[in-house]
């Protein structure tokens, strides 16, 4: 063989793993981005879903019944407002007692001192 038939088969073999190891590097590299892509995916449907399904199976009972309760409240408040009424009428009305009764005890008073 000449020698420049050894050189070849030399730099052929060098070329055979140089091309060997550069796949092996582009297999890991294409499985890493497929990887990332799968994890990108799944990342944002559930940052997408996430708060839909917290709305759905959390919050919305209680924003259903929200309605309700502020209508209860509502008439809580409108029945306190009655109660209050009733009970300026009722200090209005011992305030008017006290007074009649401050004059029976003055009258009294006065007609037991002569």
Do not use: C, H
Request: no cysteine; net charge negative.
């Amino acid at each position: 063989m000449p020698p420049d038939m050894t050189e070849i088969l030399r730099l052929q073999k060098e070329n055979n793993n140089l091309l060997q190891e550069n796949n092996k590097l582009l297999q890991k590299m294409r499985r890493q981005a497929v990887f990332g892509f799968w994890w990108r995916v799944i990342t944002f449907l559930v940052l997408l879903v996430l708060p839909f399904a917290l709305y759905f199976y959390y919050l919305k009972p209680y924003i259903d019944s929200a309605p309700d309760d502020l209508s209860s409240v509502i008439e809580r408040i409108e029945s306190m407002g009655d109660n209050f009424i009733k009970l300026e009428e009722f200090t209005k009305g011992l305030k008017e007692r006290q007074l009649e009764g401050d004059v029976n005890m003055t009258e009294s008073y006065n007609s037991g001192a002569n």
